[in-house]
Antibody, heavy 119, light 112 residues
Framework: QVQLQESGPGLVKPSETLSLTCSVS??????????WSWIRQPPGKGLEWIGY???????RYSPSLKSRVTISVDTSKNLFSLRLTSLTAADTAIYYC???????????WGQGTLVTVSS | QSVLTQPPSVSGAPGQRVTISCTGS?????????AHWFQQLPGTAPKLLIY???YRPSGVPDRFSGSKSGTSASLAITGLQAEDEADYYC????????????FGGGTKLTVL
């Protein structure tokens, strides 16, 4: 059973950079069958895809966040990471990591981590 | 404004059948990309409910079914139960802007 676990700060100041990590167990980020993705959900709102990465480092990002997002992968530690710059209150959300299949759907999700942007 | 359009809310009494629509366009569902559905219970992460339009992952009751036609998809829930009260999201892939993943805005199902 694949498990994903997000980790990172719960509170970040405006204009600063958010860094989150997703640790994967029961599966390998080096698998050529899956992509590894970040999704967020502002409180009381819907889901927003942020981007995904393949084991070889190939990435694709949401057009609306592309200028501020970097997703990286560490195959030696079996994890992948999110970096989001120039934070504002609008970036306050629950951030989920998830596995994305070649059939274009998410099959396993982390439990999510709440990130609040506030001074 | 979401690329995939869902009704904000639907409701039904226990035992009834409800459907949730997901309307896309010729750059996503209409382009041949599959629709997928997620159930999000309060305070929990989304859970895959239906993939590739009409396939259920192991453990998902057959009361849940999906379909796709043209630029739209639908989720049907029969024999409604109190535990089905949740938010439901559709998801697909869109070819515009170099290609990206898209979600519907979500539908709140209330069991009366």
């Amino acid at each position: 059973q694949v498990q994903l676990q997000e980790s990172g700060p719960g509170l970040v100041k405006p204009s600063e950079t958010l860094s989150l990590t997703c640790s994967v167990s029961g599966g390998s980020v080096s698998s050529g069958s899956y992509y590894w993705s970040w999704i967020r959900q502002p409180p009381g709102k819907g889901l927003e895809w942020i981007g995904y990465i393949f084991y070889n480092g190939n990435t694709r990002y949401s057009p609306s966040l592309k200028s501020r997002v970097t997703i990286s992968v560490d195959t030696s530690k079996n994890l992948f990471s999110l970096r989001l710059t120039s934070l504002t209150a609008a970036d306050t959300a629950i951030y989920y990591c998830a596995r994305y299949t070649r059939n274009n759907h998410f099959d396993y999700w982390g439990q999510g981590t709440l990130v609040t942007v506030s001074s | 404004q979401s690329v995939l359009t869902q009704p904000p809310s639907v409701s039904g009494a226990p035992g009834q059948r409800v459907t949730i629509s997901c309307t896309g366009s010729n750059s996503n569902i209409g382009a041949g990309y599959d629709a997928h559905w997620f159930q999000q219970l309060p305070g929990t992460a989304p859970k895959l409910l239906i993939y590739n339009n009409n396939y259920r992952p192991s453990g998902v009751p057959d009361r849940f079914s999906g379909s796709k036609s043209g630029t739209s998809a639908s989720l049907a829930i029969t024999g409604l139960q109190a535990e089905d009260e949740a938010d439901y999201y559709c998801q697909s892939y869109d070819t515009s802007l170099s290609g990206h993943v898209v979600f519907g805005g979500g539908t709140k199902l209330t069991v009366l």
